[in-house]
DNA sequence: CAGTCTCATGACTTGAGGTCAGACATGAGT
DNA sequence: ACTCATGTCTGACCTCAAGTCATGAGACTG
């Protein structure tokens, strides 16, 4: 983990920090490659040295690119989560039907998102809850400033059409939807790729649409409008 | 990490299995290190070898003892969690005010708790978001098994005042108290401890009861009866 | 073509987790 | 007391992955 204040960020660019030259390339490629094998083996479990040598590369190489093992996974958590679409990214006529007809088409969505691409997934999953506190506080500054699901713009989407409540203030609702959409999604795709990770699994398959049914209702009431 | 099912939860007891002769008072002294160790270090940081020269006693010892460093944080983990009170162990003054008012009071006593004895707080917290999703798999087993706050007793409890909502499973609503109150009280703990671990802060000190209130007022939304 | 920069390399160091053969302790049976 | 068996402790040792760095190959500049 080496230590306090560790280059975790910042791979140890040399001096004239020309913004980047041609490796931009070989950056992908290693972050690509270390995506799937932090998914597939977990933080501890992927070693460098394997992710370098599926590469044909040295890994003194990747070392010199990400600083850490904590900074390439840093990386490849960055890529992951900003692969994730935005909630105001869904369709214009799932719009129109309001904020928490996009949650339930993205919970929906996300169900479909894992078969086809479970790996960022699975990265941000490890993220969230598999590696150190001290990569964790890096990646809740990362979110905290970039927001890559847009819930701020969303928030106050739903706010202006008048579907939340106006006695709480934006950052509580956003913290609160931040919190239960992540876990619940956790829980549901958990239940797909690791089964026993998370705690009440309830019964698989075909119940899922009706507890994120569940799940919005109990959401609606939380931070919604009361309905007519 | 030591692997797929590695001897995690079991040490590499003898083959009698004599109960436990006198080593005991060994294993909660190692314990006890481990619990400051990884608090005050994390998991990582967290050296076997450390904690073992602290004891004065070899370091091939607590591998006897507990298989592996995963093995001993979960011992850790384990007694930290047990530490905890269940939501009905709560005064009975308190009790007669009904289930969010024990909620309530568990989350305002949780802030001292903290200060007087914050070692088992911090290990959990290290359990929850900080080590490894082999390891988190075996501690949601646990907590499932176990329920140590006991929260299957308190929902049932607040269902038979008539305070919680009829219309959802039980198993739903345990799920989102599990959630949400761990969250929160996350939340409100590492903002003392480790600021800047969580997203969203908000302003510290003493607005904390004001949001322990709005906390409490959208769970009550949530899985409440409305109010009168 | 010399000089300078970036980038790649792989042998090397470090250090923590984990192992194990043997020393040591304990208690029961004779 | 002596022995044997069982259980416990030890510390030297092993393994293996993260991380370092001197060196050198290309590439661009003037």
Redesign the pocket.
């Known amino acids: 983990?080496?230590g306090i204040g560790s280059n975790l960020v910042s791979p140890p660019?040399?001096?004239?920090m020309?913004p980047?030259?041609?490796?931009e390339g070989?950056r992908t490629r290693i972050i690509d490659a270390a995506m799937r094998h932090f998914a597939e083996q977990g933080y501890h479990a992927?070693?460098?040295?394997d992710i370098a040598s599926e590469l044909g590369?040295?890994?003194?190489?990747i070392?010199?690119?990400f600083?850490?093992?904590?900074g390439l996974f840093f990386e490849a958590y960055k890529k992951a989560v900003r692969s994730f679409p935005r909630y105001l990214d869904a369709p214009a006529d799932v719009q129109g039907k309001g904020f928490f007809e996009i949650l339930r088409y993205w919970l929906a969505c996300t169900e479909h998102l894992i078969h086809e691409d479970w790996i960022p997934y699975r990265v941000s999953l490890l993220g969230n809850y598999g590696t150190d506190l001290t990569l964790k506080r890096e990646i809740n500054r990362f979110l905290l400033a970039e927001d890559p699901y847009g819930t701020v713009a969303f928030v106050r989407f739903g706010q202006e059409r008048g579907e939340l409540r106006q006695d709480l203030d934006q950052e509580m609702i956003v913290s609160i939807l931040d919190w239960t959409m992540e876990r619940f999604q956790d829980a549901l795709l958990t239940e797909e790729l690791d089964p026993g990770l998370f705690r009440r699994h309830g019964d698989v398959a075909e119940k899922k649409e009706a507890r994120i049914t569940q799940f919005l209702d109990v959401l609606r009431r939380a931070i919604g409008i009361a309905e007519p």
Chains 1, 2 share one sequence.
């Open positions: 983990m080496s660019r040399y001096r004239h020309p980047r030259p041609r490796s070989k992927a070693r460098v040295g590369i040295a890994k003194g190489s070392f010199q690119h600083g850490s093992k904590d």
